[in-house]
């Protein structure tokens, strides 16, 4: 592992900017290309550049398997999660306009929201997947 | 100019496709999947298709590749040989693909105003969503708000992929798994080892 340098270093200053702008395609895809989904797939890939060069376990110390497991499901809850409470605020299943006094400001609640529960799913389920496949060791010699 | 560009797209995609069809070494052929799905992308953008094309360079060429990486060094590197010449699989392709081509001729004209796709839903979307979302972005208003019940079914659709994996790929031996296997606990601690580096 201590051989290459260059590739720890590199991947040590690439990651937060991954991550940031990860963030900055969930919170700018009401004005711009990207969203949840997209947002999700480039904070997974943050993390599997971290497994894949400072190996798996170092990884699963930084992000527990639990919590994206756990991550995969939350995501699936806030987003019907908003749905129940625009439901109880007396409106249609994800009906965002009863969400605040203006119905256009109730919508761009409501998209934040349900961006964010795409945006957790998808990254627990990528991460999941990535940890369930470099996880298991080759079979038989 | 945009035809040009269109043109190479297209082809590189081709040679690409054949490229993955003849490659023996699998490293490469989930290399060129990359590949392919990052030239896609580069078509899409160039149909003014910025979202799908976001999506396929982050899912096809990132996070696929590496998951196919990851599989790759469970699996080895080199596919088997083929046995036989496959001779009514590659009739069978050649008149689907004919018949899809010849079914193309009946679409109507690329981006004429109008066609039916312009005509359904998409004016009211063009001409309401403004005032009635507020978000610049139409793919997100439609995708997030208008049809957010396709949206929360495509969630709960990736969190079954995942329910999948985990159950046949599973999460790795469970201590208690392997005690009643009688591997015993050194076990448990050895399959925390990293994976092979897939490029090694």
């Known amino acids: 592992m201590d051989d290459r340098i260059i590739l720890r ?3 040590k200053i690439l ?48 992000m527990p398997p639990a919590v994206v497991h756990a991550c995969g499901a939350l995501g699936v809850m806030i987003y019907a999660g908003v749905g129940v409470v625009t439901l ?51 079979a038989g010699p | ?24 070494n699998l490293f490469a052929v989930v290399m ?13 953008t160039s149909l003014d298709a910025v979202d799908v094309a976001f999506t396929e360079a982050a899912v096809g060429a990132g996070i696929s590749t590496v998951l196919l990486l990851g599989t790759l060094a469970l699996v080895g590197r080199e596919a088997k040989p083929r046995v036989r010449r496959p001779i009514l699989p590659l009739f069978v392709v050649m008149v689907t693909g004919g018949v899809l081509v010849y079914g193309t001729f009946d679409m109507p004209p690329f981006g ?5 796709a312009n005509h359904h839903v998409a004016p009211r979307y063009i001409e ?6 507020g978000v610049p972005n139409m793919v997100t208003s439609i995708l997030a708000s208008y049809r957010s019940y396709d ?47 897939p490029d090694g």
């Open chain 1, 9 to 11: 270093v590199g991947a």
């Open chain 2, 151 to 197: 949206t929360m079914g495509e969630t709960t659709v990736i969190f079954t992929a995942l329910i999948g994996v985990l159950l046949l790929v599973g999460m790795g031996p469970s201590p208690r798994q392997l005690v009643w296997w009688g591997e015993g606990n050194q076990e448990a601690e050895s399959s925390e080892v990293e994976p092979e580096a």
């Open chain 2, 32 to 44: 060129l999947g990359g590949i392919y799905s990052l030239v896609s992308a580069a078509l899409f």
């Open chain 1, 88 to 138: 109880l605020l007396g409106g249609a299943f994800l009906d965002f306009t009863v969400l605040a006094h203006e119905p256009e400001h109730g919508q761009h609640w409501g998209i934040l929201w349900v961006e964010l529960g795409v945006l957790v799913t998808v990254f627990g389920v990528m991460v999941s997947i990535f940890y369930a496949f470099a996880g298991r060791r080759r």
């Open chain 1, 15 to 62: 990651i937060p900017y991954i991550l940031l702008f990860a963030l900055y395609v969930q919170f700018h895809g009401d004005y711009g290309p990207g969203g949840g989904f997209q947002a999700g797939v480039i904070f997974a890939a943050g993390f599997v550049l971290y497994a894949l060069v400072y190996g798996l376990g170092n990884a699963k110390k930084v």
């Open chain 2, 1 to 24: 100019m945009v035809a040009i560009v269109q043109i190479t797209l297209l082809a590189l995609l081709a040679v690409t496709a054949f490229a993955l069809l003849r490659i023996r």
């Open chain 2, 112 to 116: 004429d105003p109008a066609n039916p």
């Open chain 2, 128 to 133: 309401e969503s403004p005032h009635e979302i």
